[in-house]
């Protein structure tokens, strides 16, 4: 009988991914989100979508309405596709009672969350990452740090967002950012940046794919690159093995010119690497656990099209960036269309024009609409009681 899977955030690409990729090995894919016109809506590969009350505004009525899709569709498997696993991971103990799920405990996604939590769990494992502390007043280690070039980070935070980069002796409360713990200053490494996404079941590593964003936009990527480091690979084995993890898991890392690797933060959620996924393998890795993979060869190049549609404006006004992202795009595949799911060329003009009113109405950027409603910004979460995390498919 085929598996029963619920997605949630439908609106944001990965969904898609998974979606495609599930319904290819023959599951019953359903999904779910809380805008009313989503993604995944216009995808074959979707039996069934729901809109959901959004869980940052409404974390109560969102639980039920995702019992009661469970329920109703009687879902075999759990799939967070963002920043929603969070949410999700509060009432763990509830959806257990139903299904399955593919994310690991609240706890441990928090700790990976917090950038510094994160910094400190991965440096008491012996694995290299930058000097790091809490941005606070009168600290000793802070005043060491600032005697060479850094970063300032919002300890939560997603997407490159709220980074400042300070010179060498530049006070930081000259950079307007509290100093109450809630940020943190880091040592900034020279290097290149590169990305991971893994698919992780209880402490092993099914499939890690690691890439280079190879247009960048502002602090996203709409580029993607395939690439291989051992080093990396070793320390995410490392992490994953140590903490138990078990779901989705990406990394930021920094390769400096002699070929250390250090991890920036940490993202406990899907992030770019997905598409370059096979999605033979990512639907095994997921549902299949105790099977071999199937050996199909990654995609060396991705694209999110319409992300770079949304910066014509800046690649106009500097023409070096716009014939780099052109060569880049007409190498990579795009993420969304696809000839054998049609229905996605136009849906998604239409998602994207609800993405441009609710940005309008919100007054907010476009590139927080994949993030609206979803996103973790430090609300207290009531943490399940009991989970200990042996969860899975």
């Given at each position: 009988m085929a598996k029963r899977i619920l997605l949630t955030s439908g609106r944001v690409p990965?969904?898609?991914?998974?979606?495609?990729?599930?319904?290819?090995?023959?599951?019953?894919?359903?999904?779910?989100?809380?805008?009313p016109t989503f993604l995944c809506q216009g995808s074959r590969a979707v039996a069934r979508s729901y809109v959901v009350p959004p869980p940052r505004l409404q974390p109560a009525s969102y639980e039920l309405a995702i019992i009661d899709i469970i329920q109703r569709?009687?879902?075999?498997?759990?799939?967070?596709?963002?920043?929603?696993?969070?949410?999700?991971?509060?009432?763990?103990?509830?959806?257990?009672?139903?299904?399955?799920?593919?994310?690991?405990?609240a706890e441990l996604l928090l700790q990976c969350h917090h950038k510094q939590n994160f910094n400190d769990m991965a440096h008491a494992m012996g694995l290299p990452v930058p000097d790091s502390t809490p941005l606070v007043k009168d600290s000793r280690v802070v005043q060491k740090l600032v005697q060479d070039d850094y970063v300032l980070k919002r300890c939560y935070s997603r997407g490159g967002q709220r980074v400042i980069f300070a010179q060498a002796g530049t006070d930081p409360q000259s950079c307007d950012v509290p100093l109450d713990g809630s940020w943190l200053i880091q040592k900034r490494i020279a290097g290149e940046t590169l990305c991971s996404f893994s698919v992780v079941q209880k402490g092993r590593v099914m499939k890690t794919q690691l890439y280079r964003p190879s247009v960048t936009l502002g602090s996203i990527g709409v580029v993607f690159q395939s690439i291989r480091d051992e080093r990396i690979e070793q320390w995410i084995e490392t992490f994953v093995r140590t903490s138990a993890y078990h779901g989705f898991l990406s990394f930021d890392f920094q390769r400096t010119s002699t070929g250390e690797v250090l991890a920036l933060e940490c993202n406990p959620r899907i992030t770019s690497?997905?598409?370059?996924?096979?999605?033979?393998?990512?639907?095994?890795?997921?549902?299949?656990?105790?099977?071999?993979?199937?050996?199909?060869?990654?995609?060396?190049?991705?694209?999110?099209?319409?992300?770079?549609?949304?910066?014509?404006?800046?690649?106009?006004a500097s023409p070096r960036l716009a014939w780099k992202?052109?060569?880049?795009?007409?190498?990579?595949?795009?993420?969304?269309?696809?000839?054998?799911?049609?229905?996605?060329?136009?849906?998604?003009?239409?998602c994207y024009l609800y993405f441009f009113r609710t940005c309008r109405r919100g007054r907010f950027p476009l590139s927080s609409c994949a993030m609206d409603g979803i996103e973790w910004n430090e609300e207290p979460l009531r943490i399940a009681q009991g989970n200990t995390g042996e969860i899975g498919a």
């Open positions: 990965s969904a898609l991914e998974l979606a495609r990729s599930l319904a290819r090995a023959g599951c019953y894919v359903v999904v779910a989100d809380s805008y569709e009687k879902i075999d498997l759990l799939v967070p596709a963002s920043e929603e696993v969070l949410y999700l991971a509060t009432f763990a103990d509830e959806i257990k009672k139903h299904c399955a799920f593919f994310f690991t405990d690497g997905i598409h370059l996924f096979h999605p033979d393998v990512l639907a095994q890795a997921i549902l299949n656990p105790e099977r071999p993979l199937p050996q199909k060869a990654a995609r060396t190049r991705a694209q999110i099209i319409l992300g770079v549609m949304t910066a014509l404006p800046d690649l106009w992202t052109l060569r880049e795009c007409l190498r990579a595949r795009d993420v969304i269309i696809d000839w054998s799911d049609p229905g996605l060329l136009l849906y998604q003009l239409k």
